[in-house]
């Protein structure tokens, strides 16, 4: 089994940035590919971004350009910096793991994310 730990969501005005990070613990040898999604209230959850242990990233279009994902093999941590934050960024970020490409079989709690007009 693997657990993922997020910390770093909070309040920040539109404009603004943070940073997320998501730490892996358990069997993480079963980790190939590591990601954020983000669930907003009355919405379904939506992919935001994932990186791969060879370092290769896939982005949602919605944060091209804005949100950057990082990886630490060694640590087993993943990061997302996230600049440029709108409203429409409010959200619930969870972070997830898989053995495979598009596989999410680990999940963290999540962080609440808002972001202020």
């Known amino acids: 089994q693997v657990q993922l730990e997020e910390s770093g969501g909070g309040l920040v005005q539109a404009g603004g940035s943070l940073r997320l990070s998501c730490a892996a613990s358990?069997?993480?040898?079963?980790?190939?590919?590591m990601g954020w999604f983000r669930q907003a209230p009355g919405k379904e959850r939506e992919f935001v971004a994932a990186?791969?242990?060879?370092?290769?990233?896939l982005y949602a279009n919605s944060v091209k350009g804005r949100f950057t994902i990082s990886r630490d093999n060694a640590k087993n941590t993943v990061n997302l910096q996230m600049n440029s934050l709108k409203p429409e960024d409010t959200a619930v970020y969870s972070c997830?793991?898989?053995?495979?490409?598009?596989?999410?079989?680990?999940w963290g709690q999540g962080t609440q994310v808002t972001v202020s007009s």
């Open positions: 990186i791969r242990s060879d370092g290769s990233t």
């Open positions: 358990g069997r993480t040898s079963n980790i190939y590919t």
């Open positions: 997830a793991a898989g053995p495979a490409r598009g596989l999410w079989h680990y």
